[in-house]
Nanobody
Framework: EVQLVESGGGLVQAGGSLRLSCAAS????????IGWYRQAPGKGSEGVSC????????DYANSVKGRFTISIDNAKNTMYLQMNSLKPEDTAVYYC?????????????????RGQGTLVTVSS
């Protein structure tokens, strides 16, 4: 079964850090672009970061540039999102995803593989 499972969410104070993990099973990231998106309470989905296949070019939402870093460990078949200097407005359910199309072609509601989400709450 093709699956992505996130972990690492939780409650953190503003200015703190969290690292989200996303482990893949049933497939490898070799030919997939990988990324993260989030959905805040009462809001639509927002792309956070994306990395093209083969550890290619990365992209970040303006709201997280300089604070969040996407990475991948192919040996562990796991992707990560390091989140620093967290703000209350970063509070959301974070989802990891993978798709064989490049990041520039991602369609948020039509991604090939998506995780179940992990909640990040940033208190002020």
């Amino acid at each position: 079964e093709v699956q992505l499972v996130e972990s690492g969410g939780g409650l953190v104070q503003a200015g703190g850090s969290l690292r989200l993990s996303c482990a893949a099973s049933g497939f490898t990231f070799d030919d997939y672009a990988i990324g993260w998106y989030r959905q805040a309470p009462g809001k639509g989905s927002e792309g956070v970061s994306c990395m093209n296949s083969g550890g290619g070019a990365t992209d970040y939402a303006n709201s997280v540039k300089g604070r969040f870093t996407i990475s991948i460990d192919n040996a562990k078949n796991t992707m990560y999102l390091q989140m620093n200097s967290l703000k209350p407005e970063d509070t959301a359910v974070y989802y990891c995803a993978a798709d064989t199309v490049p990041c520039s072609a991602w369609v948020m509601w039509d991604l090939e593989v998506r995780g179940q989400g992990t909640l990040v709450t940033v208190s002020s």
